[in-house]
Nanobody
Framework: VQLQAYGGGLVQAGGSLRLSCAAAGRTFSSYHMGWFRQAPGKERELVARISWSGGITNYADSVKGRFTISRDNAKNTVYLQMNSLKPEDTAVYYC????????????WGQGTLVTVSS
């Protein structure tokens, strides 16, 4: 599956952005999806993930209550709605796909940069 992430940009603290990740190739609904981020000088971290059906979601503690992951299998797209953004959310955000019976995220999109100014 090929992934294309977009929607990043510059936003002031307290603002909102919605990231999108469009998938092409094999059946999108067979994949669990995730959003990761990597800030300068830091390791990549899992931000949120969603099951193939959308019925199960998980979030990093740092974004709980502010970010929402969702998916539209008819549009082969996964979203990350980010509200109440903080400067520490500044990072390159990546979407990734994990086949339903795989133990790891095997497919990655290119990153999209989110910059939150204080």
């Amino acid at each position: 599956v090929q992934l294309q992430a977009y929607g990043g940009g510059l936003v002031q603290a307290g603002g909102s952005l919605r990231l999108s990740c469009a998938a092409a190739g094999r059946t999108f609904s067979s994949y669990h999806m995730g959003w990761f981020r990597q800030a300068p000088g830091k390791e990549r971290e899992l931000v949120a993930r969603i099951s193939w059906s959308g019925g199960i979601t998980n979030y990093a503690d740092s974004v709980k209550g502010r970010f929402t992951i969702s998916r539209d299998n008819a549009k082969n797209t996964v979203y990350l709605q980010m509200n109440s953004l903080k400067p520490e959310d500044t990072a390159v955000y990546y979407c990734a796909a994990r086949y339903y019976d795989s133990r790891s995220f095997d497919y990655w999109g290119q990153g999209t940069l989110v910059t939150v100014s204080s």
